[in-house]
């Protein structure tokens, strides 16, 4: 089989921890070859975001529609999208492209810093890109913003919020629980069928990023031929090592990235 080509539709993070740096870097931990159409510029380290740059939405998609006239593309991955229109335009190129195995990383706030989305984004997503989606894997926060409700507060309210995505058009949704207490499980529903995806909580700081790591490494898996719930839990695991290894990486005083080459450089 030919190596799996993808394409990050995100932001990007100078200091290599988010957006397109991180799903490069995903995309070629999992043996594939990565491509980026680039929506916005962040001034941004691991101690916040200070400015937030657009790209215009035309830019957006003729970067996006060079790639698929010349690029056979197996997966995509999209992240943040700041406005709107930028998101209307994405969905437009995709749409034309017919492209398939579509991951998003629904993108709305920084932990830390300037706002990453303008007020309609969310609209925006569910009523242009949701459609077109495979998967959509938003932490707690997203959920209760796109399903207009309160935030989860455990697996039965995620599963709700899960359901209420798909039913809005997306083939499937995975709600993350991270943030709730105790060890984080994932909720995913996809074709009628739920699938609670349990794991280990890393004590780190070096968790930067991990929403932008975990989307890209479903994609590529999906993009190898994997099973939806097999390419998320074989993704859930690489990023729990991932983030044990992110320690020796030393970047930043404050949240540091995961180490996406742990395999390669050594392994946590």
Not at 242 to 261: K, T
């Amino acid at each position: 089989m030919a190596i799996p080509k993808l394409l990050s539709i995100a932001g990007s993070d100078p200091s290599g921890g988010a957006g397109v740096q991180a799903d490069l870097k995903t995309f070629s931990a999992f043996g594939c070859y990565g491509m980026a159409a680039v929506t916005a510029l962040t001034a941004q380290n691991t101690t916040g975001v200070t400015r937030v740059f657009p790209i215009p939405p035309d830019m957006v998609a003729a970067q996006i529609d060079a790639i698929f006239s010349d690029i056979a593309v197996h997966a995509v991955k999209i992240g943040m999208l700041a406005e709107p229109a930028i998101a209307e335009a994405v969905a437009a190129s995709l749409r034309r492209a017919a492209a398939k195995n579509i991951v998003l990383d629904p993108v709305l706030t920084a932990t830390r810093g300037a706002a990453l989305s303008e007020d309609g984004l969310p609209d925006a997503i569910i009523n242009h890109l949701l459609p077109l989606v495979d998967l959509i894997t938003p932490n707690l926060a997203e959920a209760a913003m796109l399903t207009r409700t309160s935030l989860a507060r455990d697996t039965d309210e995620m599963t709700a919020q899960a359901r209420a995505l798909v039913e809005r058009g997306a083939r499937a949704a995975l709600v993350k629980g991270g943030h709730l207490d105790g060890e984080p499980t994932d909720v995913l529903f996809a074709n009628g069928a739920l699938t609670l995806l349990s794991g280990r909580r890393v004590d780190t700081r070096h968790a930067h990023g991990t929403g932008c790591a975990l989307a890209s490494a479903i994609a590529a898996n999906l993009a190898k031929g994997f099973p939806l719930a097999e390419a998320v839990a074989d993704a859930k695991i690489w990023l729990e090592q991932a983030l044990v290894a992110g320690e020796a990486l030393r970047v930043g005083a404050g949240a540091g990235p995961p180490n996406h080459f742990w395999e390669l450089w050594g392994g946590p």
